[in-house]
């Protein structure tokens, strides 16, 4: 394992499954993860699913019987974020999954998160209550209208101790301003607006303003026919609030400055990566579409994931990325039939640690991949039911490609395709991260002394 890591993922802490019962009873397409998130502080883990919930894990206090162990995440709420509709203008249904969660960062007792599905960005307050009012004078304590003229003293109303009930209600819905589905929410460093990215256009909302949006980048043509690229990802700025980045389908990263225009269609800095003619392949184009691109906590770089690779770009630099770094090169030669069960079009997402120096993103057969940019180091690690019991060692895992198989490695052809890390999160400050495998969510830690 890592040694640039400090002993990084050596500890399974804990798994989660978001199916009663066990993994063997079968997965139902509303169950799957779809997108995980910490919140700033890291006390707040929300994960989404194809069914439109949203679950909230909050993480216990240290005990004080074992103080030097960290506290695990148990279930703080579950609320239904979307419902199915169906728009009859396009005859198009219209489906319930959560594409992405956001939080806001808190700034009183309740927490706020934006969670959005293909067509509607919600803005969700999760609150606590634990005292309710008794002693109403026209209502008894179950809450019937009492006869006015057998009231004949007034009462004050008193707080009395309840059960701590957690409650999720909508504060603002902002609908009806994508044609197409939103793949990306990211919310500004002001704190008082955000954007939503569909495929070819980028809108900026005010968070007090619901029923208007500020179109901000359309990259739509006039004829469609001459469509060339969509959008896949966009992402503010973490400290400058005038500054966002967006990806397209052809490999290429925008940034632009909302200080030059209104309408940002012409870019402040393009970043690509020039082809090597010898790699051209008839996949060329699929593969070298980005599914995620992240700014780095200081902001100075920009993570990139395509389907082969993780990049990481230096803002003054454009022409070519300073790392890059190869997740599973051992699929080049398996983009055939990768094609044809239609993986070859899978959006992997990937993820920094608290101090930018370990990436993380996700690949086959439950493997996710962990970078460390100062020893270049790597390591590939598996989220599994089978071999994860609570506390114990990850052991890291190798796929062979070809020739001799060692008692520890994998074949290449063994890989379940069906298997994949889409979808992860990293604790904001600690080694802890968060690894979405279908329906089941893992939580890892580095070993505790």
């Known amino acids: 394992v890592l040694a640039g890591f400090g002993s990084l993922m050596q500890d399974v802490l804990w798994c989660f499954s978001q199916v009663k019962g066990t993994i063997d009873t079968g997965v139902t397409e509303s169950d799957i993860i779809s997108t995980v998130e910490f919140n700033h502080t890291g006390e707040l883990l929300a994960t989404g699913d194809k069914g439109g919930r949203v679950v909230i894990f909050q993480r216990e206090q240290e005990s004080k019987n074992q103080p030097h162990r960290r506290g695990?995440?148990?279930?703080?709420?579950?609320?239904?974020?979307?419902?199915?509709?169906?728009?009859?203008?396009?005859?198009?249904?219209?489906?319930?999954?959560?594409?992405?969660?956001?939080?806001?960062?808190?700034?009183n007792a309740?927490?706020?998160?934006?969670?959005?599905?293909?067509?509607?960005?919600?803005?969700?307050?999760?609150?606590?209550?634990?005292?309710?009012?008794?002693?109403?004078?026209?209502?008894?304590e179950d809450g019937r209208l009492r006869d006015p003229s057998m009231i004949t003293v007034l009462r004050v109303p008193v707080l009395r101790p309840m059960d701590l009930m957690v409650e999720a209600t909508p504060r603002r819905v902002f609908a009806n301003a994508h044609t197409y589905h939103i793949n990306s929410i990211?919310?500004?460093?002001?704190?008082?607006?955000?954007?939503?990215?569909?495929?070819?256009?980028?809108?900026?909302?005010?968070?007090?303003?619901?029923?208007?949006?500020?179109?901000?980048?359309?990259?739509?043509?006039?004829?469609?026919?001459?469509?060339t690229e969509v959008i896949t990802a966009a992402e503010f700025h973490p400290h400058h609030?005038?500054?966002?980045?967006?990806?397209?389908?052809?490999?290429?990263?925008?940034?632009?400055?909302?200080?030059?225009?209104?309408?940002?269609?012409?870019?402040?800095?393009?970043?690509?990566?020039?082809?090597?003619?010898s790699n051209r392949s008839f996949f060329s184009e699929i593969i070298s579409s980005i599914s995620d691109v992240k700014f780095s906590h200081s902001g100075r770089y920009i993570m990139t994931r395509d389907y082969l690779t993780v990049k990481v770009w230096d803002l003054n630099m454009e022409n070519r990325p300073i790392e890059t770094y190869?997740?599973?090169?051992?699929?080049?030669?398996?983009?055939?039939?990768?094609?044809?069960?239609?993986?070859?079009?899978?959006?992997?997402?990937?993820?920094?640690?608290?101090?930018?120096?370990?990436?993380?993103?996700?690949?086959?057969?439950?493997?996710?991949?962990?970078?460390?940019?100062?020893?270049?180091?790597?390591?590939?690690?598996?989220?599994?039911?089978?071999?994860?019991?609570?506390?114990?060692?990850?052991?890291?895992?190798?796929?062979?490609?070809?020739?001799?198989?060692?008692?520890?490695?994998?074949?290449?052809?063994?890989?379940?395709f069906s298997k994949k890390i889409l979808h992860t999160a990293w604790h904001p400050s600690e080694n802890i991260i968060a690894v979405a495998a279908t329906n089941n969510l893992y939580i890892f830690q580095d070993k505790v002394n």
């Open 72 to 107: 695990e995440y148990n279930v703080y709420s579950t609320f239904q974020s979307h419902e199915p509709e169906f728009d009859y203008l396009k005859s198009l249904e219209i489906e319930e999954k959560i594409n992405k969660i956001r939080w806001l960062p808190q700034q």
């Open 110 to 140: 309740a927490y706020f998160l934006l969670s959005t599905n293909d067509k509607t960005v919600k803005l969700w307050k999760v609150s606590e209550r634990d005292k309710r009012p008794e002693g109403y004078n026209l209502k008894d």
């Open 186 to 227: 990211s919310v500004n460093s002001d704190y008082e607006t955000y954007m939503s990215a569909d495929d070819l256009r980028i809108n900026l909302w005010n968070f007090e303003i619901t029923n208007q949006s500020f179109n901000i980048v359309d990259i739509k043509p006039a004829n469609m026919e001459e469509l």
């Open 241 to 277: 609030c005038n500054t966002f980045v967006y990806s397209s389908s052809k490999g290429t990263i925008r940034l632009c400055d909302m200080r030059t225009a209104a309408l940002c269609d012409r870019h402040a800095k393009f970043f690509e990566e020039p082809e090597d003619p």
């Open 326 to 416: 190869q997740v599973h090169d051992y699929l080049r030669s398996k983009l055939c039939s990768l094609y044809e069960n239609d993986c070859i079009f899978d959006k992997f997402e990937c993820v920094w640690n608290g101090s930018d120096s370990v990436i993380m993103t996700g690949s086959y057969n439950n493997f996710f991949r962990m970078f460390d940019r100062n020893t270049k180091r790597d390591v590939t690690l598996e989220a599994s039911r089978e071999n994860s019991k609570p506390r114990a060692i990850l052991k890291p895992r190798k796929v062979c490609v070809g020739g001799k198989r060692r008692k520890d490695e994998i074949s290449v052809d063994s890989l379940d």
